[in-house]
């Protein structure tokens, strides 16, 4: 049916000299294709196209514009609410193009926008450099920079966008610009942390850093009965963290595997993962208080290669599950954020939820809140609230556990992280950035995207 709403004569000119691959309903890849990592979304588009180059990328929008469909981008695929895919529009999917160049002498790479964060990473570390980027391998290094990009580096070297030094973006106009600095500084701002609203971002170009290749890393975990306490211990600890430490606090159903004991399986932990990104003697010293509270029933935490701690948790994260999340950042954790923390979590039903509680600051809030568009900045803890079944069954369920969690912290959120926002709405898009930030956004899209072409996003409307 999708197809039928075609313009043939649209059709045929984006065939003529496609260089990538374009899939449509009825082709033996065509449902592979439009999947996106979470399997709770269902979309059948039009057609899917790989581009190989910015020419295809071009032909794909002059075709969204001639035909009127609505065009959505993908990277890694990894939206929480699905946004790289669509009903009956077309797929610009940048999927194919994950070529990285790493110049070790200036300390810079380049990175095409289907490159997922695994294959970046062991580019850069292959000359033991890196960026800061996400915690999970999986996740396309495209969507995670253009809506800021935290994780376990960023404490020490800032966010993804940190590091960002240019790009090069097709806009609604089909045109191929650079945007850095110098050069469309007004749109340099706005790729940080605005997303996807301003064009179709082809490469990244960033600037490296040292980074082990070693570093002290991992889980330490203690039953929930001990996590009233053990957080409280945590928030003081931190309070003195250097900035090389970040950590992230996690709650679940202790899985089934190798390395956990079996009398743990299915028992409701409280872990704290923690990466030392500097040297493991010093990372030794500052772990020590943490590791000697309490009771713990399992520290996996060692010094290893970062890119093996980096790929720890891609399991526990897994394409096709269904998956729902709500997210808010607090500027503490009171005594009331960790009482209501440890009631919800006491209340997860599913094996496989879990919900990370991030540790910002450091390097973070030392860049001045204007700078870029992202504006989690001064947040305290950014919280996301996932959760996660194997299908259809007991998600609803699972889904009001979120939505129940969220509410209870509604007193005490201070912000959302844009990249952990659902499909919200416009109001909650204009809250994630603030009004200065989204009133400046905005005049930027009037600017490059006025008829809103890009807008299966969190989407800024031209104003
Ligand atoms: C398992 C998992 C782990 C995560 N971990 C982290 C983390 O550690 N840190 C963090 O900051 N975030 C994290 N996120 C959130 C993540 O940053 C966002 O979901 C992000 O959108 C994923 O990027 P993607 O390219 O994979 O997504 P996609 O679904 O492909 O794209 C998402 C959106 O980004 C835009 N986009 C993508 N590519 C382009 C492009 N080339 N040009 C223009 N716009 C584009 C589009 O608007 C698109 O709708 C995680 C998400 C998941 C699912």
Not at 56 to 70: K, L, S
Not at 403 to 413: G, I, M, N, T, V
Request: glycine share 12%; with cysteine.
């Amino acid at each position: 049916m999708a197809t039928a709403q075609l313009d043939p004569a649209a059709l045929g000119e984006l065939s003529a000299g496609f260089r990538g691959e374009l899939i449509q309903p009825g082709q033996p890849t065509y449902d592979e294709r439009r999947q996106v990592w979470n399997g709770s979304i269902d979309r059948h588009p039009a057609v899917i196209a790989r581009c190989g180059g910015n020419d295809d990328v071009i032909a794909a929008i002059r075709f969204a514009r001639q035909t009127g469909v609505p065009l959505a981008v993908r990277g890694g695929g990894h939206s929480f609410p699905g946004s790289s895919v669509c009903d009956g529009g077309i797929v610009v999917d940048m999927s194919t193009q994950t070529e990285v160049k790493v110049d070790p002498e200036k300390r810079t790479a380049t990175a095409q926008a289907g490159t997922l964060l695994g294959q970046f990473d062991t580019a850069t570390q292959a000359h033991g450099l890196a960026v800061p980027a996400g915690i999970v391998t999986h996740t396309g290094l495209a969507g995670l920079t253009l809506g800021g990009g935290i994780g376990w580096l960023m404490r020490k070297f800032g966010l993804t966008i940190d590091q960002l030094l240019s790009v090069e973006l097709v806009t609604a106009e089909g045109e191929v610009v650079r945007a850095s600095e110098g050069e469309n500084a007004d749109l340099f701002w706005g790729v940080r942390g605005g997303g996807g609203n301003f064009g179709v971002v082809t490469e990244f170009e960033f600037s490296l850093n040292p980074l082990g290749p070693q570093v002290l890393a991992g889980p330490i975990f203690w039953l929930i009965e001990e996590s009233p306490k053990v957080l409280r211990f945590y928030r003081d600890w931190i309070a003195e963290a250097p900035d090389e430490l970040m950590t992230i606090v996690m709650h679940r159903k202790a899985p089934p595997l190798d390395f956990v004991p079996q009398e743990l399986h299915g028992k409701l932990i409280v872990g704290v993962v923690s990466c030392y990104a500097g040297p493991i003697e010093e990372g030794e010293r500052v772990l020590k208080p943490l590791r000697e509270f309490g009771s713990p029933v399992l520290d996996l935490c060692a010094p290893k290669p970062y890119l093996e701690h980096q790929s720890m948790l891609d399991p526990a994260f897994p394409h096709g599950r269904w998956y729902y999340m709500r997210a808010c950042d607090v500027a503490e954790l009171t005594d009331e954020v960790i009482d209501i923390t440890v009631d919800h979590a006491m209340r997860i039903r599913s094996p496989l939820t879990t919900f990370p509680i991030w540790q910002m600051g450091g390097a973070v809030a030392r860049v001045p809140d204007d700078a870029t568009a992202f504006t989690s900045r001064g947040a305290g803890h950014t919280f996301n609230l996932t959760s996660m079944t194997e299908g259809p069954e007991g998600f609803e369920e699972e889904r009001q556990w979120t939505r129940d969690f969220w509410s209870a912290l509604e007193p005490h959120q201070m912000g959302v992280y844009v990249n952990f926002l659902m499909e919200e709405g416009e109001d909650r898009v204009r809250e994630a950035y603030g009004a200065a930030t989204y009133d400046r956004l905005k005049a930027l899209k009037q600017k490059y995207d006025p008829e809103n072409l890009f807008r299966l996003n969190q989407n800024v409307r031209p104003g």
